[in-house]
């Protein structure tokens, strides 16, 4: 399966599909037919790990009582603006080629 909801041109698209380049028509069947089963959401895919953990522009709320966690904005953002989340002490950075 392929978790890259990155189109050719840049663009992101709201929900991964599925499929791999190498499996001909793979695409088409998860997007088409099988789409309810296996879409993933692809919103918290634009928010990245600053390389500074205090570059960080929006923090978590987790509910103690609910199966509920809500992110906001800890610093002003500006339209376009890229997201930064610090993922966290216990967060495996070693596959990173600059590690925070």
Not at 71 to 89: M, N, S
Request: with cysteine; glycine share 4%; aromatic share 16%.
């Amino acid at each position: 399966l392929s978790p890259d909801p990155t189109t050719s041109s840049g663009k992101i698209l709201p929900y991964c599909y599925g499929g791999s380049p190498s499996i001909p028509f793979s695409y088409t069947t998860f997007q088409y037919l099988l789409f309810p089963i296996f879409r993933k959401s692809t919103l918290l895919t634009r928010i990245n790990e600053p390389l500074v953990p205090e570059d960080m522009n929006v923090d978590v709320y987790e509910s103690q009582t609910k199966p509920k966690v809500k992110f906001y904005t800890c610093k002003d953002v500006a339209a376009g603006e890229e997201l930064y989340l610090y993922y966290g002490p216990n967060y495996d950075r070693s596959k990173y080629s600059n590690k925070p």
